[in-house]
């Protein structure tokens, strides 16, 4: 039986040379189930990833949200889906090179060559782009003085820990779901929660939108509506006030010691884009009986590949991790013929 060891493969920030099989480009889900599935067909794979820890949105994003709709977890956080899946490439040793950003791709299918923003070099015979949607920030509002709050931690655009929030007054902006959602979770933590959003209605699961509701004829939320962020005020990043307008300018001041503005994501595929790729707004478009894509050699998973009918969920990459491992292997053993086996047969390759 194999042995699991869950500390991860050192990820040092010292520029590396790597020659491999197969360059992941992107630790998110797809990322990480890709390493698991090139591992069981003992191809040699390398993770990386711009962020400084694997699990791309949700470990990013939504760690401590729950996840409805993973095949047999009938709810697992965004947290403990990718820790499962860190343990399920223990096996491997798969290097991962984080807090770098993958700048060029040059060569041919058998003999690429990947530079990072951290002057590493990764030679591989394949590679696998599971990059999410790019590197991916969120929208900030165009306030002033907005990243000495930034810098304190009294603006931030995701929510890590709930507690962090514990007898806070909270001014969260925008009327998606991440607001109410958030808005909601906040119930019984946050001081206070005032939730500003520049339109009467919200755009949110109708089920959050009634929570939402209740939460605010109970005075545990406060709708501050139709308004939209104006000011900031405090010093040396501790946030006092903050300030919101109607579009005639009457202005209203929320006393508040922490913002959290939802105005989604700004998606940046960055240098991918530059890489000859067949796109189709900003996503890749691939064959999808193999998950190549118009360069031979070059795969693409999860969110960042498209296809008819493509579904941009975590369980849709985990297929797609599957198939492109099994187009990816004659590329690496082109004199080996890869049998079809189950898992169950094979057990974890150490
Ligand atoms: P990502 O998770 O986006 O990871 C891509 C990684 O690639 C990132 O870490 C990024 O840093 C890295 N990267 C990009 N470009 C480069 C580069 N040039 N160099 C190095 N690294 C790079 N899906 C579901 O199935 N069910 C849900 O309930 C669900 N809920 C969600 C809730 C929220 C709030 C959000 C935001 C998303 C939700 N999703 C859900 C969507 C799900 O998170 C995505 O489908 C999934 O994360 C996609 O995985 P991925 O591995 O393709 O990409």
Redesign the pocket.
């Known amino acids: 039986m194999t042995q699991i060891d869950l500390a991860p493969p050192a990820s040092s920030t010292q520029p590396r040379t790597i020659d491999t099989d197969v360059a992941i ?8 189930f890709a390493a698991f599935e090139l591992g069981m067909l003992r191809l040699r794979a390398v993770l ?4 400084q820890e ?5 470990a ?3 760690p401590e ?1 729950p ?4 095949p047999a977890h009938p709810a697992i956080s ?1 947290g403990d889906l990718i820790t499962a899946l860190e343990r399920q490439i223990a096996p491997f040793d798969v290097p991962r090179l984080l807090s ?4 060029t791709l040059t060569g041919t299918q058998g003999d690429f060559t990947l530079t ?1 923003s951290a002057g590493d070099t990764v030679c591989a015979r394949a590679v696998v782009l ?7 920030g969120p929208n900030r509002p165009p306030l002033d003085g907005l990243e000495a709050f930034e810098a304190s931690g009294a603006v931030q655009y995701y929510v890590r820990r709930r507690e962090d929030f514990r007898g806070r007054s909270v001014v969260i902006a925008g009327g998606g ?2 607001a109410v959602d958030w808005a909601l979770a906040l119930r019984g933590i946050a001081a206070r929660i005032f939730v500003v959003h520049r339109r009467a209605k919200f755009r949110a699961a109708p089920e959050s939108l009634a929570q939402l509701e209740q939460a605010a004829a109970a005075g545990e939320v406060e709708l501050v509506v139709p308004y939209q962020l104006h000011g900031l005020q405090g010093a040396e990043g501790v946030l006092s006030v903050v300030e919101v307008a109607t579009l005639d300018g009457e202005i209203r001041r929320l006393e508040a010691d922490c913002l959290l503005p939802f105005f989604g ?1 700004s998606m940046d ?4 884009a530059e890489w000859g790729l067949a796109l189709e707004r900003h996503h890749i478009t691939i064959d999808p009986s193999r998950c190549e894509t118009n360069v031979p050699g070059i795969f693409a ?4 590949a498209t296809y008819p009918g493509k579904l ?4 849709q ?1 985990f297929s797609e991790a599957a198939m492109a491992a099994h187009a990816i292997h004659p590329i690496v053993h082109p004199d080996q013929a890869l049998h079809f086996e189950y898992s169950t047969s094979t057990g974890v390759p150490g």
């Open positions: 480009i992107g630790a998110g889900p797809a990322g990480l990386i990833d711009a962020l694997v699990g791309g949105q949700c990013a994003l939504y949200k996840i409805y709709d993973i965004g770098r950003r993958v700048e990072t599971a990059a999410g949607a790019g590197a991916f779901d991440s994501l595929l960055g240098p991918i998973i999860g969110d960042v941009k969920l975590i369980l990459g």
